[in-house]
């Protein structure tokens, strides 16, 4: 299994300032068909997990443009570049390239 | 609205069998991948299986394989997740979510306690 593996694991901000995650993959998440399937999830307290960012870079609809991703092959970052007060939760990277799917072990924001 | 919504969880003993049902809403199930994955209490996200959008794949994690089987009636648009055998480290709240290389919309997820 492709272990991903984020750090920090845990990360205290002050409000407005920015805020970076970083994860690594034991393999390289490039597909065959050029792509690179590595997402980025928040989950809030109480919450389902929610998509920020797929395949690397890509926002989704609705989310702030605070949040950016960057990376490639083995090496990923999501980065607030202010954080707010309803960024606070759990971020966890997921890799959608190789069987079977694995998640990082998450990283708790807290303000 | 895309939704999808999850229900059959509940208290099983250690060897016991549940079955998990995915509905899903406002958008063509029959043409996406599906996905569960599951968060044990206190602990993050492990991804637990997917199925094809024809039903004809399946993939499972280590852990489960051998005692979940999922599966999918597209006529219903709902996803069904069997789960034989359960030990007390299947404990935990299921989500359904859509896709394969990406999951996109997540349900709200049904609690399983294994626990005698």
């Known amino acids: 299994d492709v272990v991903m593996t984020q750090s920090p694991l845990s990360l205290s901000v002050t409000l407005g300032q920015p805020a970076s995650i970083s994860c690594r993959s034991g393999?390289?998440?490039?597909?065959?068909?050029?792509?690179?399937?590595l997402n980025w999830f928040q989950q809030r307290p109480g919450q389902s997990p929610r998509r920020l960012i797929y395949?690397?870079?890509n926002r989704d609809s609705g989310v702030p443009d605070r949040f950016s991703g960057s990376g490639s092959g083995t090496d990923f970052t999501l980065k607030i570049s202010r954080v707010e007060t309803e960024d606070v939760g759990v971020y966890y990277c997921?890799?959608?390239?190789?069987?079977?799917?694995?998640f990082g072990q998450g990283t708790k924001v807290d303000i | 609205e895309v939704q999808l919504l999850e229900s059959g969880g509940g208290l099983v003993q250690p060897g016991g069998s549940l079955r998990l049902s995915c509905a899903a809403s406002?958008?063509?199930?029959?043409?996406?991948?599906m996905t569960w994955v599951r968060q044990a209490p206190g602990k993050g996200l492990d991804w637990v299986s997917h199925?094809?959008?024809?039903?004809?794949?399946?993939i499972y994690a280590d852990s489960v394989k051998g005692r979940f089987t999922l599966s999918r009636d597209n006529s219903k648009n709902m996803l069904y997740l069997q789960m034989t055998s359960l030990r007390a480290e299947d404990t935990a709240v299921y989500y359904c979510?859509?896709?394969?290389?990406?999951?996109?919309?997540w349900g709200q997820g049904t609690t399983v306690t294994v626990s005698s």
């Open positions: 393999q390289s998440l490039v597909y065959s068909d050029g792509n690179t399937y």
């Open positions: 997921m890799q959608g390239t190789h069987w079977p799917r694995t």
């Open positions: 406002g958008f063509t199930f029959s043409t996406n991948g």
């Open positions: 979510a859509r896709g394969s290389t990406t999951l996109d919309v």
């Open positions: 199925i094809s959008p024809g039903g004809d794949t399946t």
């Open positions: 395949k690397v870079s």
